[in-house]
């Protein structure tokens, strides 16, 4: 157990006991977290991870949760959001250090801005880097594992370095789902003027797509599963929205939860959902599409306060 005036000697950023995990995800659903956590720079968080650790207390970081779904129970042990503590970022010829915490929309637009190339076409991924850089996250043919030079993690009581050639980056997943990423290198390219006049068009074609084809407006945790990905088999060649669309599933509900009628790979809150009917419409098209298809699909978002995945 730890007491709360322990939590405070030790934390110098905010810690709040029972915060409602609704106003801090994309969604806008979950329970409480038993403790809430925002430190206030990067001594302050591993502080913080040191002492639940040293409890043997769970705690997961958070940065802007756009990709999670809570349970309405809440979650048990702490919850520490990264956002303030690993905010920071800074440019050095072509390479960018950032914490983990920093958005990677924003970083992705500052970096073109400064004509450095290679995640310009991430401007439209919301969450912050060190998300990104667990997942591998990608879009228009572009990975943030590619640019990745070192991830900085914490590691065992301190922090450590790890060199891109030891890490493992895969479609939508890397070797460092184990870690506690902190901050991280990107080494970027110079744009030249016709190249840069080119990719530009090319972003502004991409969010455009994005603001028609996603419900950008309404509570959402983006894609819901990861496109499949089976080498060496062959299966549908559609996407997970495409084969979801195809089960004839957009714009079912159960209760607040809805499939998106934009994109079917999208679950929304329409105002009152519950983490329950969300998890049932997951469930729902789970099977649906393993039947038609034959395809096991597999979550993209991230579970929090669920002790195992019952579908």
Known sequence: MI?????????RGDVLLGESMKEHTSLRIGGCADFFVDPLDPDDLCRAISLFESRNLPFTLVGRGTNLLVHDDG??????????????HSFKKNTVTAGAGVSLAMLAEKTFSASLGGIEM???IPGTLGGAVVM???AYGQEIGDVVSWVEVYDQGKSRVIPASDIEFGYR?????????LGSGLKLKKLAGGERDERAGMCRDALEKRAVCQPLFLPNAGSIFRNPVMPGKSHSGLTAGQMI???????????GAMISDVHANIIINTGDAKAAEVFELICHVKDRVWKMFGVALELEIK????????C
């Open 75 to 88: 979650v048990r042990g702490a919850v520490i959001l990264t956002k303030r503590a690993l905010g920071r």
């Open 245 to 255: 669309d195809a089960c004839g599933l957009k714009g079912i509900r159960r209760g």
């Open 3 to 11: 007491s709360t005036e322990e939590l405070l000697d030790t934390i």
């Open 122 to 124: 991430l401007q439209g």
């Open 136 to 138: 591998n996250a990608g």
């Open 303 to 310: 579970l929090l306060g669920y002790e195992k995945t019952l």
């Open 173 to 181: 997943q890397s070797s460092l789902e184990d870690y506690t990423v």
